[in-house]
């Protein structure tokens, strides 16, 4: 467990009601879950680039730190300036911060939580990287597969998930959520030792 007084915890996605039910979107997914769990809903922050909710987040009776769930408002590519700003406002290092995203190197229904490493690619993370000045932080990668055929990556993370997906998303997103809770609580080697399949 890290000695982080403050936890930031951020969903990637991308903003609005066309890019909902996309792939690229499973980090706001799983970030609503965690705010249905602490019984919040997200509100515009003062810096007005991001919506977050703040609680707290873990087993009722034990001691538990303060959370803030993030949601930037910002499009995928730019999420380091909004990360960046909250970070800074609520003073949480990187490796106070979680980022729950996308990953096309792990299968559907797959998950693997670390600390660090590259971008592979992803814009999110080369944003967040980019602002923040390191790559230090925890990832909730959340797998969604490499795309059938000759598909684009790019149109295949902008995609709805299919429908056969769709009918396990929502285990996918609630077990995305438990090893969130999993690394705040009980740290990284138990988290991986649980989560990652």
């Keep these: 467990m890290t000695d982080a007084e403050t936890w930031l915890v951020v969903g990637l996605g ?3 009601p066309t890019y909902a039910g996309h792939r690229h979107n499973v980090g706001y997914l799983v970030n ?3 705010a249905r769990r602490m019984g919040g809903s997200f509100r515009s922050h003062k810096t007005g680039r991001a919506d977050v909710v703040e609680g707290r987040l873990g087993t009722p009776g034990l ?7 993030a949601r930037p408002r910002s499009y995928m590519n730019e999420v380091g300036g ?3 700003a909250l970070a800074s406002f609520y003073k949480v290092a990187p490796t106070g911060i979680v980022v729950i995203h996308d990953e096309l190197d792990i299968p559907f229904d797959t ?3 670390k600390m660090g490493g590259g971008d592979n690619g992803h814009n999110g993370l080369k944003s967040l990287r980019s602002s923040l000045g390191t790559g230090d932080f925890y990832r ?4 969604i597969g490499r795309p059938p055929g000759r598909q684009d990556v790019a149109d295949f993370v902008l995609s709805n998930y ?4 769709r009918k396990v998303l929502a285990f996918q997103v609630d077990k995305a959520a438990d090893a969130v809770e999993c690394l705040i609580a ?7 030792q649980k989560f990652n399949s």
């Design 82 to 84: 909004p990360v960046k």
């Design 14 to 16: 991308n903003p609005g």
């Design 186 to 192: 009980e740290g990284l080697e138990r988290t991986q």
């Design 111 to 113: 998950m693997r939580v």
């Design 63 to 69: 001691p538990s730190p303060r959370v803030v769930l």
């Design 32 to 34: 609503d879950e965690l």
């Design 162 to 165: 299919s429908s056969a997906e």
């Design 140 to 143: 909730v990668r959340v797998g």
